[in-house]
């Protein structure tokens, strides 16, 4: 089962969330085809998303994480509720590329490290899912615009580069570790991470702790390869007294229903839609986020465009 736990360690100091997300990286997988380097790339953002995304209070808010860094694999976005239900796509999942030499997926190569990663924060639930990213400058958080922050990418290993984002853009003092494990018949055998957070004023014998742990923590999917998200927090968090606050499950989960992909058909030019119906045909919509196809008739899209 996939889960967020979530603890105060180091007399409330620091904090931790960890992602076991073995199942929906495996989804993910299967949904896009996706090949091995960016199934990784692909689960990496998506625990992160998930994370993020599950702190968020109010049913109907929404994270979306956006990663465009030029690489093959094109432009990531991953999109998680309130609860931590995660969903993504890529412009071309399927492309695979050489293993590095010391044997790990090229994950950065295949993101690419030429552009940004940007988190929106939606405080309230759309009507719609647009997924058109609006840039909105500037910290200043209005409850009914989404709240956009952004960075330059380091790597595009995504750990490093959200990392970054939450020093630069969040000014918090975290470290960000991530990380997929593919077996050799291909399905994931491990996937996940942890977010850790320490506060301004944490005392220096805590923070070299936690420096110390992480180091010998190691590679997440190490522990995570049958272990679980408490075990990854026992070991980050050791001799920090953690006491756990939450544990939540999470799973792959789109939102598209028939309602809301009728919506964005009713957004596309007028041509388009007088083409569609003189020739006569089902027009069928596949989600971009998960394998569901929704058909139209020709008399459906007239209905449509008349609303
Ligand atoms: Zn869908």
Redesign the pocket.
Known sequence: MDEIIRAVAGGGFVSIAAISSRGLTERAKNIHKASRVCTAALGRVMAAASVFGSAMKRDGASVTVRVNGGGPIGTIIAVSDNLGNV?CCAGNPEIELPIRLDGKLDVGRAVGKNGTLTVIRDAVARKRDTNVISEHGGAVFNENEPYSGSTALVSGEIAEDFTAYLAESEQAGAACALGVLIGGDGIVRAAGGYIVSLLPDAPEDVIAAVERNIAETGYVTSVLDGGSAEELISRVMRGLEPKILSRDAVEYK???SRERVASALAGIGKKEREDIIAKGEDVEVT????D?VYTFSPAEIKKISVN
């Open positions: 969903r789109c939102g598209c989600c971009r986020f998960c569901a």
